[in-house]
């Protein structure tokens, strides 16, 4: 079933586009105000869109640019443009696309007819695509000297207790204001980073940007957060010890701070894991196992680190409700997490069926676009201030009034 994404700014020709598609069938349907709401969606992660519709006259960021965005990530899924401009200027979009290496399947006049968009989005994919090399991607030089120029900033994307939906913390997520590029997300860098042995330090400007952040936002409670360790960090000696010089600095206590790391990077190197971990322990940080179920962790490598906290990877979340195997291993890893005394935290949810599953399961926490993309740190403080403390799961996405 296709998971589609409706870009407008209009509500009434989102709305009338989202019921049309229901009509035929489609129910995976999100929706998005302009391109910057939909370029925050498409890098949460918690979708792989295969069909996105876009407007092209929109605030904050045009359908146009919007388009240059998706041939930088390289987006391999249908584009389709919903428009009432003319025919020149759809050319000249159906051209930018072709030079991005888009699937640009075809145009729909406003007001949408069923019978063109039933036929458009059934279309075959393209025998054969090429990359003309359009865009090149950012370079090691590039990401060296932003580092020092400070254009990496935090995202912040909240994790809420499903039982009472008290706001609990927030995952640092790295985002890339680019010079050549504009915003990118970091799977455009971060692996460019740990190639390069630049993890460690882009890890560090995160935690030092995310902890007076965290301090000045407007919460009675203050929050926890979270930071994604790298396989590579923990080879750092030093990382305890440069973790609390930073801290200390910004008068931030390790007792709220969730370190994660993968299963895949504890078995790189389990002997400095254990102790680089236990350390963090130490000093009052919690410890959390993340995107667990897509690595090999033996039940005897997670009793010997002292977790507090067990991440469900969202690849396992996403459609749980429909497909019987990712039901089973989520309902396994909310056990498992009980029985070793760990708090559960679902990753991904961006349902309301995928919340209600988690929730029926036992999972404690969760974290998602259903609740709030990442985003930069006036959005999330906005965020905070209109719940009070307290997510109402019916209460409309941050993506509807940021």
Sequence with gaps: MHQILVIDDDTVSQQFLVMVLQRLGYENVVVASDGLDALIQLDAGDRRFDVIFC??????????????????????????????????????????????????AGVLPKPINHQTLQSLINQPPPASRHIPGVVSPPTEEELRAAIGKGELRPFLQPQVAMEGGQIRSAEVLARWQHPRLGLIGPQQFIQLAENSSLITELTLQMLRQAAVIMDRLPSETPLAMSLNLSVESLNEIALVSRFERILNDCGFPFSRLIVEVTETGLMANPTRALELLTRLRLKGARLSIDDFGTGFASMDRLSRIPFTELKIDKGFVIDAALNPTNFSIVRASAELGRQLGLDVVAEGVATESEWQLCRQLGVEIAQGSFISPPVDAESFRRWLLKHRGVFLHAAPNLSDTA
């Excluded at 640019?65 to 401009?85: D, N, P, T, Y």
């Excluded at 759809?90 to 290496?101: F, Q």
């Design 55 to 104: 407007d092209l006259d929109m605030p904050r960021m045009d359908g146009i640019e919007f388009v240059r965005h998706l041939g930088e990530r390289a987006f391999q899924g249908m584009l389709l443009i919903s428009s009432s401009f003319d025919e020149r200027v759809m050319e000249s979009v159906a051209e930018l696309a072709r030079m991005y290496d888009l699937w640009l």
